[in-house]
């Protein structure tokens, strides 16, 4: 037991002392994974210092047969999510955040009966990250989610996501 909390204690200095990557002030982009249906996002990342950031997520959904029962749904959903990001080497990073947000979802039963919902959830993000020379930046992240008012099974939605931003 001691040297497992001896490692996770070493872990957790190298990951402190890691060198920050300079990254950039502003980007914009896609997040593209499947997070109960929302297959794509708008993705905004603005750079708060040279370790640390905000993303802001703005994705939405429209699909038939929700949930297998025939129903026609659409939903929109807002997540923010305050990042620290640390260097492995050169242009890849890793990063990992915390945040939360909220969205509104409905539905039309077979009966022609509309039913409309919001939530809001936690959220948490881990994920790696490649800085090219060119102004672009590609992503991979995991993304799991707490919450959602009955929205999420079990109130647990995760995802594991593409991004392509360019920055400015």
Known sequence: ???????????LGL???????????????????????FGGEVSY???????????????????????NNGYD????????????????DGGF????????????????????NSYNDTFVFAAGDIGIEYNFDIPLLISLDFRPEF????YYKNNYGSDIALGVRYQF
């Not at 990063?95 to 022609?112: E, R």
């Not at 919450?147 to 009955?150: A, E, R, S, T, Y």
Request: proline fraction near 0%.
């Open 1 to 11: 037991m001691k040297k497992i909390i001896l490692s996770a204690i070493m872990l």
């Open 15 to 37: 990951a402190i002392s890691a060198q920050a990557q300079d990254i950039s002030k502003n980007a914009l982009g896609l997040r593209l994974g499947d997070n109960s249906g």
């Open 45 to 67: 990342q603005r750079g708060l210092s040279n370790n640390n950031r905000l993303e802001l997520d703005l994705g939405w959904r429209s699909r038939d047969n929700f949930n």
């Open 73 to 88: 749904s659409h939903a929109v959903k807002l997540a923010g999510l305050y990042q620290w990001v640390w260097n492995i």
């Open 93 to 112: 990073n890793w990063y990992a955040g915390v945040g939360g947000g909220l969205g509104n979802y409905g539905y039309d039963d077979k009966n022609g």
């Open 147 to 150: 919450g959602g008012n009955g």
